[in-house]
């Protein structure tokens, strides 16, 4: 079976105990840059699991503030809209996640 465990550490929401009972077995890949999920992939998976009635729309480009913000107003009165994104955390100033070191109330990572 499937151990996350086996490909990095777990993270979890504080008291999650996580699960192992998946209907399908999840993909593992050797390589990190290969791991993922393709937009082609989502939108197959949008359609099909609503049985079309929702389609997902890529869009991509070099965003800024302000385009990002005009995508957004123009979906405004779009009805039944969810914008899902695909963000790097480290590209946007993010620090890397601290291990070891703990603050006050603070598990271990």
Do not use: N, Q, Y
Not at 10 to 19: D, M, S, T
Not at 21 to 43: E, H, I, K, N, Y
């Amino acid at each position: 079976g499937f151990a996350p465990e086996s490909i990095g550490p777990v993270v979890r929401p504080r008291g999650e105990a996580g699960r192992a009972g998946f209907r399908v077995p999840l993909p593992v890949v050797d390589d990190p840059a290969a791991a993922g999920t393709r937009v082609s992939g989502l939108a197959t998976a949008v359609g099909s699991l609503s049985r079309g009635a929702l389609t997902a729309v890529p869009v991509t480009g070099s965003w800024t503030t302000e385009s990002l913000f005009d995508l957004l107003v123009g979906l405004w009165d779009v009805p039944r809209v969810a914008v899902i994104a695909r963000v790097d955390g480290a590209a946007g100033g993010a620090p890397a996640p601290r291990r070891g070191r703990r603050g006050p109330g603070e598990e271990a990572t």
